[in-house]
């Protein structure tokens, strides 16, 4: 299992990482440093891969990009919601 990745990496990993999997980054939630163990060093709990995996091939679908695909990811981290322009 990889450790710690870019969190603008998440999008192109989603096949490599365990269905189980927590992501966890520091905040503020910007494509920076991400890691994929448990909380600590700075790190909260972003997102189960799981939730990832439930609408990201809808966005890939729509045409997002990744960087657009991370921002839906961002926004829904921060607000339990798809942000508004999607």
């Known amino acids: 299992m990889r450790g710690k990745f870019i969190l603008a990496e998440l999008p192109g990993l989603l096949h490599e990482l365990p269905e189980d999997l927590v992501v966890f980054a520091e905040e503020p939630w910007i494509p920076g440093q991400c890691d994929a163990s ?10 189960e891969l799981s939730t990832i995996r439930e609408f990201i091939n809808d966005l890939r679908a ?13 926004h829904y981290a921060t607000h339990d919601a798809f942000p508004d322009w999607l």
């Open 38 to 47: 448990p909380a600590g060093a700075g790190f909260l709990g972003f997102l």
């Open 62 to 74: 729509a045409g997002l990009t990744e960087a657009e695909q991370l921002k839906v990811m961002i």
